[in-house]
């Protein structure tokens, strides 16, 4: 389960990756709506870079609180744009939002697995 785990960290990295160069291309010409969007593709990358540090360090209990909270907001917001957009199954809003979510369920299982257990493993 960790290289799952990993695996929809790395997903999201790269959909924020995508998300900045797709910006960059739409937004170019309009600096207040790339400032925006690039700061999404931050966002979006901070949330998955914390997640594999998350991972990494299965008894950080402050961390997974990181996580799970950044990993919840980062769900919402790709299912709000979804909803905006005028189609929630758009690709886009999915690959954020389903790797969102399943960061989220790691971040519940590091919070939810006992200390002992952990240091053991």
């Given amino acids: 389960m960790k290289l799952v785990d990993r695996i929809f960290g790395w997903i999201l990295i790269a959909g924020s990756l995508l998300h900045g160069i797709g910006s960059y291309l739409g937004y170019r010409n309009e600096p ?11 966002a979006a990358l901070l949330v998955g870079v ?8 299965p008894s950080d209990r402050p961390v997974a609180w990181i996580a799970l909270l950044g990993s919840l907001a980062w769900a919402i917001a790709a299912f709000v744009f979804g909803a905006l957009i ?13 790797a969102a979510l399943a960061l ?18």
């Fill in 104 to 121: 989220a369920a790691f971040s519940v299982k590091t919070l939810l697995t006992p200390a002992e257990v952990v240091s053991s493993v």
């Fill in 86 to 98: 005028g189609n929630v199954f758009d690709v886009r809003a999915l690959i954020h939002g389903i």
């Fill in 32 to 42: 207040m709506m790339l400032l925006w969007a690039l700061c999404a593709s931050l």
């Fill in 50 to 57: 914390i997640n594999l540090l998350r991972a990494s360090r």
